[in-house]
């Protein structure tokens, strides 16, 4: 099957899963339950999520900003202008152009270079929402076969083991890495240089920053759910963290909608709490997060030249 073919059926299974998920949704929200919690709301928890917000992007642009300047001189702005184009082409785009849109809107290193650092910071990210989910899903209470309970374990145990190597011994990882070989070719070549020129230091910023990101945005829903029922704070908190893992392991989403509030909205109705306040939480969240950064973005994508869009070049 060729790549192209393949992209297609990637694509029309996201939608496929769009059209799915708009239909539970439909058929499972009673929608005046879900307006009344939104008109009765404490408004004290709104503001504190909506502060979390605030502090979680902070450190997102940060340590975008961080990671550009070890190789170029980058304002905050910029840095910020970088990630908010790359959000709106990761909802125009079916394909996840978002991922490495960023490179788009950094004019001073060459794209392959900032495609890879885009690389490094996903990497960090994924490590940190799927240890934390795959160690949250051990203690849901379901029974699970003593075979998953040590693939579980093992996986775990796999990505602290990764993330022990990049921030610990950068070296060892590159070495272990090298032995891949479509890493060494193309985008995966860049990617390998990246982690041979880091180092310990710097890679510990980055992990800090990624941490401190992903507790400030847990945060930001923990608040948001508990501004619509105010005792919903641990099932907020094992929900959220457990339904970034599923995102995160099964990345078919539509302008970034899908897997995330469906499981969210099934993970409350589970532990008996209503799945509008999953939902209205969600909505939250995607409108903040997602949707304000995109349409921020649409006045450095709205600028962009045809030779902006030339991969590789400077």
């Known amino acids: 099957m060729s790549e192209r073919s393949t992209k297609i059926i990637i694509n029309m299974a996201k939608v496929?899963?769009?059209?799915?998920?708009?239909?539970?949704?439909?058929?499972?929200?009673?929608?005046?339950?879900?307006?009344?919690?939104?008109?009765?709301?404490?408004?004290?928890?709104?503001?504190?999520?909506?502060?979390?917000?605030s502090a979680g992007m902070f450190f997102n642009i940060a340590k975008w900003r961080f990671m550009l300047s070890r190789h170029i001189p980058v304002s905050f702005r910029d840095a910020a202008r970088s990630m908010m184009g790359g959000y709106t082409l990761s909802l125009l785009t079916p394909a996840r152009l978002g991922e490495v849109g960023r490179c788009f809107f950094v004019p001073g290193l060459e794209k392959r270079k900032t495609v890879s650092l885009v690389g490094i910071d996903k990497m960090f990210n994924i490590s940190i929402t799927t240890f934390l989910g795959v160690f949250f899903l051990q203690f849901m209470p379901l029974k699970y076969p003593l075979t998953l309970k040590i693939i579980v374990y093992f996986f775990s145990l796999f990505i602290l083991t990764f993330i022990i190597l990049y921030t610990r011994y950068p070296k060892v990882l590159y070495r272990l890495l090298f032995r891949i070989p479509f890493l060494r070719k193309g985008k995966g070549e860049e990617f390998l240089i990246a982690v041979e020129k880091s180092n310990k230091k710097d890679n510990i910023i980055i992990f800090?920053?990624?941490?401190?990101?992903?507790?400030?945005?847990?945060?930001?829903?923990?608040?948001?759910?508990?501004?619509?029922a105010p005792g919903s704070f641990i099932v907020a908190l094992n929900g959220y963290v457990i339904s970034l893992f599923l995102k995160t392991a099964l990345p078919l989403t539509v302008a970034d909608w899908g897997i995330k509030e469906v499981s969210l909205m099934e993970f409350y109705m589970f532990f008996g709490l209503s799945s509008e306040i999953a939902l209205g939480a969600a909505l939250f969240i995607y409108f903040l997060n997602i949707l304000l950064p995109a349409t921020l973005g649409l006045a450095p994508v709205l600028k962009l030249k045809k030779g902006d869009l030339l991969y590789g070049k400077k």
């Not at 239909?23 to 408004?43: F, G, P, Q």
């Not at 800090?208 to 619509?228: D, K, N, Q, R, V």
């Open 208 to 228: 800090l920053m990624t941490l401190a990101m992903y507790l400030f945005y847990l945060l930001e829903f923990i608040f948001f759910s508990m501004a619509l």
């Open 16 to 53: 496929l899963i769009l059209v799915v998920v708009v239909w539970y949704i439909i058929i499972e929200i009673d929608y005046k339950k879900l307006l009344l919690y939104i008109r009765t709301m404490e408004l004290h928890f709104f503001l504190i999520a909506i502060v979390a917000f």
